[in-house]
């Protein structure tokens, strides 16, 4: 008779254990990640997880309560201190009796950090770069006179080495002085947060007794805001998460004006530099707070942010960035201790930054990559991240490429009459009736639309200051829609006879969407903001695609917070995005945040996305000769050579000057 | 017809190669060091070799010049703008034509620091954990867009990986905002400093173009003096020494009462390491200046001391030190930044500090253990420091042990009624006549002895101030040579009668060594002090005997400022050491210093040491049950067991009340 057949879930590890074997040894040995902190003492609580009964035909396999040890005098007494969930078993004591099917919770779920739209939610297998480790160190002994720290070294090696990784230790230089103390506090019984990342082990901090918390920081440092998310790391769960705006702004609005800042005064870098790290600091101050956590139980931060944020946190000048060659001063990840960089958290906590993938396409991009993972699937992926710059990935398993395009700050509501942050009181929705050319709209602030009842008083709060990337995108495109502008984004002044909407403003004409204080006009120069912007978004998809040799792609993802506001569907007719089935186009929400998250909580994430970095072809726009022609092309609406057959399916498109073969309806009105 | 063979002398390694390998390659196949910073580009000069002519029988090898090639332009360059001294080459342009035996010059001799009697000039081979390595980085590419720091690290693996034995680095987090500035100061020509031991590698400096100097420190911190050299890492040669009092004397003149000073003092221990460090860096600086070197271009520091200096020196508290169980914090080697504990050099630069023995026996031991390789040779060896606490280790490439035995300070002049420290003015040599007992004596500072003409004059600058411990040693060995103590130690107050030297102190006598101002007499209590500190310090080596199982031992080592200056045979006579021929038994100055320069100039050597210090056997001398009898016999001059065979063939010693078997001659008055 064989042994029995364990299998673990989510994991779907499984392997044949000896009646007697604990459920944790027999996930070490599988290498399924269940934590652990005081090494089997049944003290901790973490390595908790429940047995699934019954018939598993697809794994043919039988599991039972009767399968798994009863309850012993270790987990009753945990029961008795720290209550035990009914289901739960400490797997430190439980062992295997027959065939189990085991369940190990994964707490570790990401939720967009927009609100919103929400992402999928996504799980996160653990295995964070900080382990606890309890241990009990032999007491000092005139034969074998080894040092406190040696032995205790001895003793982590001993009990944790095989099942961590390591069978050599290095300790932070500062924790040599109060080594001694610590050990003879709790009657040298100690726990080591071990950092175990990068090629070695070594030990971070040290707490006398059974110390169960740690805690990590995620963090995508955007040029206007700062998100941050504080995790346990042996639950894996996000206790609290917040947001502030980057302080830099008072330094200059997008990303080149605060390089300029630097190159024209002497102490911009330092200024910057400071003015980031501590408005991280008092992020870090605001989600301990939220989360009732003491700074010092903080461990390990994971930062993304694009090349100027990333250089400039770490206090690195970012000049360089500022023109050809754009040459980053460090690509690669970059491993330091948050005490070089003024954080406030656990005085040997470490820091992780992601690698940037090139001089315009940063680590934030690196994260959102890692956390889509084109390069894990067969679909053709695009992942387009819209700022002042565009950072766009095309892959799929065989092959990723990536480029930034200069979209300017048209799609953040800058350079736009009316435009303004998305915030409450911008108009974020618009239609406009084809026939009357009689707009309604909805604010950020109030589900109702400006034509329903109640929205007067709705709407009395916030009032309707102006209109947010998202609105610009919807009136521009309902602009086309209506007839009101052309393929080739003039507004029709003919239409002024039959609208008084239509206005002129001299030689051009405008497009009246709000009358009243404020008033808010779409004018031809916003429309041709909007054409440059989205002409530079889609001819840097267009030059992946070239690369890619398609024609097509399978799956879009929107990240950052633009992408999680706009509408697929207007995306496509003004022509950001190439076409494609509009139920693959998803917001991702901060896709960079939850790479961040995923590096944090897995270590082998990091090893995934530095070697997916470098296996990126990067292309520069700049250098490449159809850029200028795919730029041209696609100032026209939605695009002067491209057909959208998907999109057809759901929206008619005004016909073109000269139809392209393979272009669809020809109705000029469309129904919705 | 095989390939040319190259013999490398003096490590005598050799190997044939293809004629046109440069003979850098070579050396670099058959592991032989030899430096080069430059990477073969004929810059730097470090890689001088010379070509030895003639026929080596030995090594059945005739090596001539005509089988290496001419003189090419690069080594023209080189001599035109630096200078290639008559017959050296440079082994990155020189190539082999045919046989050929080449000296690598080996500048690093260790000369003992003590000037008086030299330690026999030892050459260490060299392989030091910093290496510098210069490169020409390849610019940015757009189409390749690596971080500077990236292509920096590929261009120092590409050049240097293979030779220097890593293929990959880290780098320290505060050269990443320097390093876009460097590297286009000198056109991407750039030096980098590769720290590589312990198990990475890693750059901690980086200078724009060739930077062709490297230093190190390595330095002995002693209770009362702290000894320094300052030493080219690039050509192993010592530029400059100098020592320092250890300014911790103000907080109690021996190791106990410093630990007491911690424990009665809540910031005392902050104020030692601060005293300690301040006087190390001050020191440095002495050596800086005297050596015409750069602080900035100290590199690598390595510092040994007994185990209090130990953790004084890297800021641990020493109390566990001051009682049983004597846990040391650390004893395994420690691995730090120079900048972490205030230092100023290069702020990359590391420390390492050699592992500790035992709670008594400390790094310095360990070094002296390193320098002296009692476990490198078959000879039964034994290693002495005379301190407070003699550190003691015997052993052979067999098995070594080791232990410490509290002396007390009798031996460093203090507790002795005339006694004062080794420095001018102090008697160091003691002769008396064995007929008259009439004494002479020198002092510290002149040549003559007492009784020589000439002598009052020399002896004017200094005075006769006191008696030293090399001198108290003399005395009470020449006190009982001539009768006038007994082999138990008693002053004969009977001798009173024939000599105005001995005289009465109520109910023991003394001996006057010296009238005048100041008077110098031994007295009973002196003796006694004397007698006690030798026999705990032979107690301790029986003690290591009888765990050895061996009756005699091969070889003495007096390490020390103690051991530099006592004569061996008079040691003897006392009973400090046991029996040994007396030409085999050296004194070896500071052979804890002369070790921690091994560890600087040879990081193989650090590997050696912790290896050998994690084999040695630990004794504690409380636990031995026969080391309270073998100090109890050692009270007798020299010992009531023991005989002295090989002493006694150069001196007569006086008979034994009960005269022991084996024991030499019997009169009781001796010829010179």
Chains 1, 2 share one sequence.
Not at 84 to 105: H, K, Y
Not at 120 to 146: F, G, N, T
Not at 302 to 311: A, D, E, I, K, L
Not at 635 to 654: E, G, I, Q, Y
Request: with cysteine.
């Amino acid at each position: 008779m064989s042994d029995p057949l364990v299998l673990f879930m989510p994991s779907g590890k499984r392997g044949h254990f000896p009646v007697g074997t604990p459920v944790l040894e027999a996930a070490r040995q599988l290498g399924v990640y269940v934590e652990s902190v005081c090494g089997g003492r049944a003290t901790c609580g973490r390595c908790q997880v429940s047995v699934q009964e019954g018939s598993f035909a697809k794994h043919k396999i039988v599991s039972s309560l009767d399968h798994i040890s009863q309850r012993g005098p270790k987990e009753d007494r945990y029961d008795r201190v720290r209550g035990l969930p009914e289901g739960r078993r400490l797997s430190c004591s439980a062992t295997i009796l027959g065939d189990l099917v085991i369940d190990v919770p994964q707490d570790t779920v990401i939720n967009a950090a927009v609100v919103r739209k929400r992402a999928s939610d996504k799980v996160i297998e653990r295995d964070p770069a900080i382990r606890l480790c309890y241990v009990e160190v032999e007491e000092p002994d005139m034969h074998k006179p080894l040092g406190d720290l040696d032995r205790l070294k001895a003793a982590l090696v001993r009990d944790w080495g095989h099942a961590v990784g390591f069978d050599r230790l290095e300790v932070d230089f500062a924790l040599i002085p109060q080594v001694q103390k610590i050990l003879r506090a709790e009657n040298w019984g100690v726990t080591a947060a071990i950092h175990h990342d990068n090629g070695e082990a070594r030990i971070i901090a040290l707490w006398p007794g059974l110390h169960n918390e740690a805690y990590g920081i995620a963090c995508d440092i955007g040029s206007t805001t700062i998100a941050m998310h504080l995790v346990s790391l042996l639950s894996g769960r996000i206790v609290a998460s917040s947001g502030t705006q980057n302080p830099q702004i008072r330094f200059g609005e997008d990303l080149m004006s605060r390089v300029s800042y630097v190159m024209m005064n002497p102490d911009g870098r330092h200024a910057m530099t400071a003015a980031v790290r501590q408005a991280i600091d008092s992020l870090i101050g605001e989600v301990c707070e939220e989360g009732k956590t003491a700074r010092t139980d903080i461990l390990d931060l994971v930062f993304v942010g694009n090349p100027v944020m990333h250089h400039l946190f770490l206090g690195v000048d970012p000049t360089e960035l500022g023109g050809a060659p754009f040459a980053l001063a460090v690509s690669g990840a970059t491993h330091l201790q948050a005490s070089q960089i003024d954080l406030s958290v656990n005085p040997g906590a470490r820091v992780y930054m992601l690698p940037c993938i090139a001089g315009h396409v940063g680590a934030d991009a690196a994260a959102a990559t890692l956390s889509e993972g084109p390069y894990r699937q067969d679909e053709m992926m695009l992942l387009v991240d819209v700022g002042t710059n565009a950072e766009i990935v095309l892959g799929n398993r065989a092959r990723t490429v990536a480029c930034s395009s200069p979209t300017g700050p048209a799609f953040e509501g800058a350079e736009i009459s009316g435009g303004q942050r998305a915030a409450p009181g911008a108009i974020e929705r618009v239609r406009i009736d084809p026939v009357t050319l009689e707009p309604r709209y909805r604010v950020i602030g109030t589900e109702l639309w400006s034509d329903e009842d109640g929205f007067a008083e709705a709407s009395k709060l916030t009032g309707v200051t102006g209109i947010c990337g998202s609105g610009i995108i919807e009136v521009v495109a309902e602009m086309f829609l209506a007839g009101i502008i052309s393929e080739d984004g003039v507004i029709d002044g003919s239409l002024a006879e039959r609208s008084p909407r239509i206005v002129s403003t001299g030689r051009t004409f405008a497009y009246r969407l709000k009358d009243g204080e404020p008033s808010i006009t779409i004018s031809q120069n916003d429309v041709r903001a909007i054409q440059l912007a989205k002409a530079a978004l889609y001819a840097g998809v267009k030059l992946l695609m070239q690369k890619q040799g398609v024609e097509t792609v399978d799956a879009i993802r929107f990240a950052g917070a633009f992408g999680s506001f706009i509408d697929p569907k207007y995306a496509m007719v003004l022509g950001l995005i190439p076409d494609c089935e509009l139920d693959k186009v998803k917001a991702v929400g901060n896709a960079a945040g939850d790479g961040a998250l995923m590096a944090l909580l897995n270590r082998g994430h990091r090893r995934e996305i530095e070697e997916t970095v470098r296996r990126i072809e990067k292309i520069e726009t700049a250098l490449e000769p159809d850029f200028q022609k795919f730029f041209v092309d696609a100032m026209a609406l939605p695009n002067k050579t491209d057909a959208f057959p998907r999109l057809s399916a759901h929206v008619t498109l005004p016909e073109r000057k000269q139809p392209q073969e393979g272009e669809g309806g020809r109705r000029r009105r469309r129904s919705r």
